[in-house]
Every structure is written in C-alpha cells, then in structure tokens.
C-alpha cells in the first residue's frame, strides 16, 4: 500500500438519504460526515438530531472522483478486517493447542507417584502454580456432562460420619469439621485435612 493510499480520508459517518433531485454528496471537514446536501440546514456547525448529522457551514461538494477514493479505501479498510479476524482465529486455533499439551503435561505430573503430593498441596508454590494452570486452561476445555454415578462418587467422597454422640447432622468449611448439634469440631489447614482428620477419628456407622 503507497503512502497517498494511506493519507485517505475515510469517512466518520455516512449519510443514509440517497442525491436525488437537485441535491448533491457533500463532506463536512470537521465531523467527517459523508452524504446528501438534503440534510443540511442552516446550522453553521456539526451536530446531531434525532440521528441525522446536520452540517452546513464546513460542509464542501465532493465529486465522483472522492466517492471513488473513499469507497476504494473503505473496501482496504474492510480487507484488512476480514485479514485480521482471519490471523485471530489462527492464532486462537494454536493457543488451544498449546493448552492441549500443557494440559496433559500437567496430568502426567500430577499422576506421578513422587510428585503428586506437592502438585495438589495448595499451600506449596509447585502446587499454587500447577492449580493457576490448571484454572486458566479449564476455561478452554468443554464441561463433560455429569451424570448421576459421577454425583453419587462425588457425595461418597465428601460423606462424612457421625460425631462421637452420633449425631449425622455434621459439615466441613472454612478449614473445620463441626457437628451443627453439638459443640463438637476439628480445625486443620485445610477444609479437606479437617474432613480427612474427622472421618479417621469417627468411625462409620451403618445406616
């Protein structure tokens, strides 16, 4: 592209009235308006009503010669669109495909015997930063449907048993294990240690 191609002036709005009559195309060297003398009024400076740009007094005739430029620089303007928006979907393609190979780099070292515990502690900066990862690619994947097997594991995961009364009104958030009947708790690091801890300490009851 030359240097005058990219001097054009594109127009910032374009008139929607068609030159019919004796009206002619005009260009407001101020506002940048493009369209019909039909619109102008006695207005002396660009504003707006009810939509329409109303310019007069900096307004200038333009001939076929202008038209033509600008509809050649808009028609650049909207290839270079359509070239942008086509490198943005090659780029999000290999962005998905660079979070494909961390993620399953990620779920090797996770599944590894003698990094896991490190990997999923929370409170270890391995473990912060495998968690940051795993979060921000999570948000590219597709959510697999749950089904109720996937609901029953997760509730056996996190059942918890009776407190020492045998009460099963029992919870844990906020890094305690508490009975909502009775004074009865355990405080730990971690609202999965405290779970972990009261269910070693309370024995299982039949139900």
């Not at 619109?39 to 033509?68: P, S």
């Not at 943005?88 to 961390?102: G, H, M, R, S, V």
């Not at 690619?137 to 009776?162: C, G, I, K, L, Y």
């Amino acid at each position: 592209m030359s240097n005058v191609e990219k001097m054009v002036r594109i127009p910032l709005y374009l008139g929607q009235e068609p030159l019919v009559g004796r009206h002619y195309a005009v260009e407001c060297t101020l506002c940048g308006w493009v369209g019909s003398s039909e619109v102008l009024t006695d207005d002396c400076q660009c504003t707006r009503d009810v939509g329409d740009r109303l310019c007069l007094g900096d307004a200038d005739e333009i001939g076929t010669e202008r038209l033509l430029e600008i509809v050649q620089a808009m028609d650049r303007r909207h290839g270079d669109s359509q070239q942008a928006y086509q490198r943005l979907i090659e780029q999000t393609n290999e962005t998905e495909q660079y979070l494909d190979k961390a993620s399953e780099l990620l779920g090797e070292i996770v599944q590894s015997g003698q990094t896991y515990s490190e990997c999923t502690d929370k409170s270890s900066a391995t473990g912060l930063r495998v968690a940051a990862v795993l979060g921000y690619v999570a948000q590219f994947q597709s959510v697999p449907p749950h089904t109720d097997e996937d609901e029953e594991a997760r509730d056996d995961n996190w059942r918890m048993n009776p407190c020492q009364q045998g009460h099963r009104d029992v919870g844990a958030s906020g890094g305690v294990a508490y009975c909502c009947q009775c004074d009865e708790k355990i405080t730990a690091a971690s609202t999965q240690k405290a779970f972990e801890q009261w269910n070693a300490s309370h024995p299982a009851q039949p139900v």
